[in-house]
């Protein structure tokens, strides 16, 4: 259950990437830094006072204005370009947010209170903690809200078609460039979810979220890179191994269980390059 | 005053220019065929019409400029364009590209999806299949279905029975002109299918290297051997 419940924040920031990914086309590889940096803003409203429910809530729409902005102000330039120039331009943001954030609050350690209880409950004579249980059932919340969202309403069937075809798109009247701010929004707000349910179990520092990034490009890859679905799969079985090649596998242990991740990475991008999930791409010649 | 009145139209790609000033007008209710061979420019009228491609020149849609306007808002004001090659949204359902189409209404979605299917009842056969699963001639109707959801005060049809079978494309004009006499919709096409597209207008162009070569009232070019076989080649 542990490893499910940190595999569903690996699924989470997962979804985010998946997410920029339908929508751009590109691989976000700020998306744990703006999660970092969005995780701090919880924390400072935390700490001057604000009731820990309200400072996560204010985050997750700050984080969704914010993630529509950096669209906006900054990857709107580089669009259609070319993807190596979109790399640099979020591998530049990683930087820029990371000694921000630094420059902000400082590089010490800062422990971040948690959302549920330290309690545990026994379910059919497992112990499971509040905590695992509570993060399990946000994240199935927010996956079955993004089910909604773009399979039952208009702007989210908008948002897919603007990804598919943003030529057609437009002609049918749909702003393409503000649904692509809408999804950065969105990926903005579901990585600082994954942010501020992530920090209880490591210390918040600047750093916070560079390996959860790492076993969510895993996740991402194992599932496929173009499917939510497959996100949050990936993200529960990388939770899963991780979890258990550090417990039972000797040699592996704490130190080692982030090559899990990358020996995922590894074998799916050998055998599947697309994912379990994800569609193969094919073109014709 | 005209629905959509052009006037200089000019367009190029980077250096290359593609249009060399055109004057042409459709007036409500009016069917206007441009017509002429492959490359030369055809498409880039329609495409610099919606914002597309850079234009210059003078065109308005009933009197608003719409020279350097964004190809959403073109839309937003009842221009509907099925653009060459269709556009239709393969992985999504042949009912979720319909209902893309009138994205920018609220009212009688519903009855508009029905009254598309009672036009294209192969389309309502289909209608939870994904858009890519459908024969050429299938997704073209897809493609015009869609365009009449945004109930277009102006439809463009670029080269509509392009890669689809000849008997196909016959009944798409078929159906193509009850629609619009059902509706008085006024129609800018382009197609290089002159037979077909002459019998479906009232008013033909031809478009030679960027320019009008002739223009007229397609009963009397359809009439005229001389220029059939000069600028037609059938």
């Given at each position: 259950?542990?490893?499910?419940?940190?595999?569903?924040?690996?699924?989470?920031?997962?979804?985010?990437?998946?997410?920029?990914?339908r929508?751009?086309?590109?691989?976000?590889?700020?998306?744990?830094?703006?999660?970092?940096?969005?995780?701090?803003?919880?924390w400072?409203?935390?700490?001057?006072?604000?009731?820990?429910?309200?400072?996560?809530?204010?985050?997750?729409?700050?984080?969704?204005?914010?993630?529509?902005?950096?669209?906006?102000?900054?990857?709107?330039?580089?669009?259609?370009?070319?993807?190596?120039?979109?790399?640099?331009?979020?591998?530049?943001?990683?930087?820029?947010?990371?000694?921000?954030?630094?420059?902000?609050?400082g590089?010490?350690?800062?422990?971040?209170?948690?959302?549920?209880?330290?309690?545990?409950?026994?379910?059919?004579?497992?112990?499971?903690?509040?905590?695992?249980?509570?993060?399990?059932?946000v994240?199935?919340?927010?996956?079955?809200?993004l089910?909604?969202?773009?399979?039952?309403?208009?702007?989210?069937?908008?948002?897919?078609?603007?990804?598919?075809?943003?030529?057609?798109?437009?002609?049918?009247?749909?702003?393409?460039?503000?649904?692509?701010?809408?999804?950065?929004?969105?990926?903005?707000?579901?990585?600082?979810l994954?942010?501020?349910?992530v920090?209880?179990?490591?210390?918040?520092?600047?750093?916070?979220?560079?390996?959860?990034?790492?076993?969510?490009?895993?996740?991402?890859?194992?599932?496929?890179?173009?499917?939510a679905?497959?996100?949050?799969v990936?993200?529960?079985?990388?939770?899963?191994?991780?979890?258990?090649?550090?417990?039972?596998?000797?040699?592996?242990?704490?130190?080692?269980?982030?090559?899990?991740?990358?020996?995922i990475i590894?074998v799916?991008?050998?055998?599947?390059?697309?994912?379990?999930?994800?569609?193969?791409?094919?073109?014709r010649? | 005053?005209?629905?959509?009145?052009?006037?200089?139209?000019?367009?190029?790609?980077?250096p290359?220019?593609?249009?060399?000033?055109?004057?042409?007008?459709?007036?409500?209710?009016?069917?206007?065929?441009?017509?002429?061979?492959?490359?030369?420019?055809?498409?880039?009228?329609?495409?610099?019409?919606?914002?597309?491609?850079?234009?210059?020149g003078r065109?308005?849609?009933?009197?608003?400029?719409?020279?350097?306007?964004?190809?959403?808002?073109?839309?937003?004001?009842?221009?509907?364009?099925?653009?060459?090659?269709?556009?239709?949204?393969?992985?999504?359902?042949?009912?979720?590209?319909?209902?893309?189409?009138?994205?920018?209404?609220?009212?009688?979605?519903?009855?508009?999806?029905?009254?598309?299917?009672?036009?294209?009842?192969?389309?309502?056969?289909?209608?939870?299949?994904?858009?890519?699963?459908?024969?050429?001639?299938?997704?073209?109707?897809?493609?015009?279905?869609?365009?009449?959801?945004?109930?277009?005060?102006?439809?463009?049809?670029?080269?509509?029975?392009?890669?689809?079978?000849?008997?196909?494309?016959?009944?798409?004009?078929?159906?193509?002109?009850?629609?619009?006499?059902?509706?008085?919709?006024?129609?800018?096409l382009?197609?290089?299918?002159?037979?077909?597209?002459?019998?479906?207008?009232?008013?033909?162009?031809v478009?030679e290297?960027?320019r009008?070569?002739?223009?007229?009232?397609?009963?009397?070019?359809?009439?005229?051997?001389?220029?059939?076989?000069?600028?037609?080649?059938?």
């Open positions: 259950m542990d490893g499910i419940a940190t595999g569903s924040i690996y699924a989470a920031v997962a979804l985010a990437l998946v997410l920029i990914f929508s751009t086309g590109i691989v976000n590889f700020a998306q744990g830094e703006m999660a970092m940096f969005s995780t701090f803003v919880a400072a409203l935390y700490e001057a006072g604000v009731p820990l429910g309200l400072a996560v809530l204010s985050t997750l729409v700050l984080s969704f204005v914010a993630g529509m902005a950096i669209e906006r102000a900054l990857i709107r330039h580089f669009e259609g370009g070319e993807p190596l120039t979109l790399v640099i331009v979020t591998l530049g943001m990683f930087i820029l947010l990371n000694g921000l954030a630094g420059w902000i609050w590089f010490e350690n800062r422990g971040f209170p948690s959302l549920f209880s330290d309690d545990a409950v026994t379910v059919g004579g497992v112990r499971l903690s509040v905590e695992s249980l509570g993060i399990v059932a994240l199935l919340a927010v996956v079955g809200l089910f909604l969202l773009f399979q039952r309403t208009k702007i989210g069937l908008a948002m897919r078609a603007a990804a598919l075809n943003p030529e057609s798109s437009a002609l049918l009247g749909v702003r393409v460039g503000t649904m692509l701010m809408l999804g950065w929004g969105l990926a903005a707000a579901l990585g600082a994954a942010g501020v349910l920090a209880p179990r490591l210390f918040l520092d600047v750093n916070l979220m560079g390996s959860v990034l790492i076993y969510a490009f895993a996740a991402a890859a194992l599932g496929g890179f173009d499917s679905l497959g996100a949050v990936g993200g529960w079985v990388i939770g899963v191994s991780e979890n258990l090649a550090g417990t039972y596998v000797d040699f592996i242990g704490a130190d080692l269980k982030i090559l899990v991740p990358l020996g590894f799916v991008l050998l055998v599947r390059p697309a994912g379990l999930f994800g569609t193969r791409e094919v073109a010649a | 005053m005209s629905l959509l009145e052009v006037e200089g139209l000019r367009a190029a790609y980077g290359v220019r593609v249009l060399e000033g055109l004057d042409f007008s459709v007036d409500e209710g009016q069917k206007v065929a441009v017509l002429g061979p492959n490359g030369a420019g055809k498409t880039t009228i329609l495409r610099a019409l919606c914002g597309m491609v850079d234009a210059r065109a308005e849609f009933d009197g608003v400029s719409l020279v350097g306007k964004r190809t959403a808002e073109i839309a937003r004001r009842g221009v509907g364009h099925v653009p060459e090659g269709r556009g239709t949204f393969g992985s999504l359902s042949v009912e979720e590209n319909l209902r893309l189409g009138a994205y920018v209404r609220r009212e009688d979605v519903r009855e508009d999806l029905e009254r598309a299917y009672g036009w294209f009842p192969r389309l309502g056969e289909r209608r939870r299949q994904a858009a890519g699963s459908l024969s050429g001639g299938e997704q073209q109707m897809l493609a015009v279905g869609r365009a009449l959801m945004l109930r277009p005060r102006l439809l463009m049809l670029d080269e509509p029975s392009l890669g689809i079978a000849p008997i196909v494309a016959k009944e798409l004009y078929r159906v193509l002109g009850e629609i619009c006499d059902e509706h008085g919709m006024t129609v800018l382009v197609e290089q299918n002159a037979g077909l597209a002459l019998d479906f207008v009232d008013h033909a162009h478009l290297s960027g009008f070569a002739l223009s007229g009232e397609a009963d009397r070019i359809k009439g005229d051997d001389e220029v059939r076989r000069s600028y037609l080649g059938y």
